[in-house]
């Protein structure tokens, strides 16, 4: 059984900065993907971003600049440094861990709120 444990999520005001974190645990294989994505009330879910086992990064248009992920392959673990949080960030942040064989995870969810 795979898990992924989220942490991190919290209430900051415009401008602030928080850090997720993502850890995979139990029995999960050849991890390639592993990022985060987010789901606002009434919106669908959308990619933040991504990086791949070898560094490769893919973010959004709307977090480039301000938000860096970055992850640890031997704890497989994800992170995401978000700066300069807007308002428009708030969301739920889900992690999101994919293997080579294509097999895709999701965490619980943590609450990124950004308000004053």
């Known amino acids: 059984q795979v898990q992924l444990v989220e942490s991190g999520g919290a209430s900051v005001q415009p401008g602030g900065s928080l850090r997720l974190s993502c850890a995979a645990s139990?029995?999960?294989?050849?991890?390639?993907?592993m990022g985060w994505y987010r789901q606002a009330p009434g919106k669908r879910r959308e990619l933040v971003a991504l990086?791949?086992?070898?560094?490769?990064?893919n973010y959004s248009d709307s977090v480039k600049g301000r938000f860096t992920a970055s992850r640890d392959n031997a704890k497989n673990t994800v992170y995401l440094q978000m700066n300069s949080l807007k308002p428009e960030d708030t969301a739920v942040y889900y992690c999101?861990?994919?293997?080579?064989?294509?097999?895709?995870?999701w965490g619980q969810g943590t609450q990124v709120t950004v308000s004053s």
């Open positions: 990086i791949t086992s070898g560094g490769i990064t």
């Open positions: 139990g029995s999960i294989r050849s991890v390639y993907v």
């Open positions: 999101h861990v994919a293997t080579l064989l294509g097999v895709a995870y």
